[in-house]
């Protein structure tokens, strides 16, 4: 479940948040750290300082939200200042750096593509985590309700007949400063056949958060509805297809090719 997943999962994600940009600006098997990594130093700076500021503004939050966000931002900052360092920009002028910034090799261009997808990844998950809001209540329809800054209006319950099912179909009205923002129809399905019930969820998505309501059953002259608001949730598929973008990318990456089809020939 979710606690074992956080125990597991997360102290391996820090330790490799904070080893891949020093990583990947190192020299390969003549690398000394401190010189290498010192242009990170902005980087990490701002990454920090980032950190601290998230800390200072949340009021009550978990200490996970500024921690993840550091991170993120670390990767992703990382991630460019690698880029800079290889285009050299600063040392050969703007014009010049370009040019050597477009001719980067595919591989180059994947790696960080890769790095930033993690980047974003890392940043839903820790919003998620640490700001995610949960309400569970048994409404009347027509009955309102506030949840993260979001007014939820229940406006009522129809009848549904699927082809191989029936359903309660739920219509509530989300609002953000009186102004309408979604319309979620969750259901309460029931499939005769298999004699088994399903709950279907009310979904509306944006950049910054995902409205996630269930629908559950009928008591006490109401029914039960869970609210989820998760900050940024869309956040960690973008970072996935970035990554999975990258990591094609860098497929394609002519060097790699020939270096496969030479080793081939030894064979």
Not at 109 to 117: L, R
Not at 156 to 175: E, L, P, Q, R
Request: net charge positive; aromatic share 12%.
């Amino acid at each position: 479940g979710a606690p074992f997943f956080e125990i597991a999962f997360t102290p391996f994600m820090v330790v490799l948040a904070i080893f891949l940009p020093l990583g990947a600006i190192l020299p390969w098997k003549r690398a000394q750290i401190l010189r290498a990594g010192s242009p990170l130093i902005g980087a990490l700076s701002l990454s920090v300082a980032i950190g601290l500021l998230i800390w200072s503004l949340q009021t009550g939050g978990r200490i996970l939200a500024p921690i993840g966000l550091a991170l993120s931002a670390w990767v992703i900052l990382g991630s460019l200042t690698d880029l800079l360092m290889r285009c050299r920009m600063i040392d050969i002028g703007f014009s010049a750096g370009l040019r050597r910034l477009i001719n980067l090799t595919r591989a180059d261009w994947g790696k960080t593509f890769a790095h930033i997808g993690l980047g974003l990844t890392i940043f839903g998950i820790s919003a998620i985590t640490a700001w995610e809001t949960e309400d569970i209540r048994v409404a009347k329809i027509g009955e309102e309700f506030e949840v993260s800054g979001y007014t939820f209006i229940f406006e009522d319950v129809s009848k549904i007949n699927g082809k191989n099912y029936t359903s309660d179909m739920g219509t509530i009205n989300a609002f953000k400063n009186n102004k309408l923002v979604a319309i979620l129809k969750p259901e309460k399905r029931f499939y005769p056949v298999q004699r088994m019930p399903t709950t279907e969820a009310g979904i509306n998505s944006s950049l910054k958060r995902d409205l996630y309501i269930a629908l559950g059953d009928f008591q006490d002259n109401g029914w039960t509805i869970r609210t989820y608001v998760k900050p940024y949730a869309v956040w960690i598929w973008i970072g996935c297809l970035i990554m999975a973008f990258g990591g094609l990318l860098s497929m394609t990456d002519r060097r790699l090719r020939f270096a496969s089809t030479i080793r081939l020939k030894q064979k």
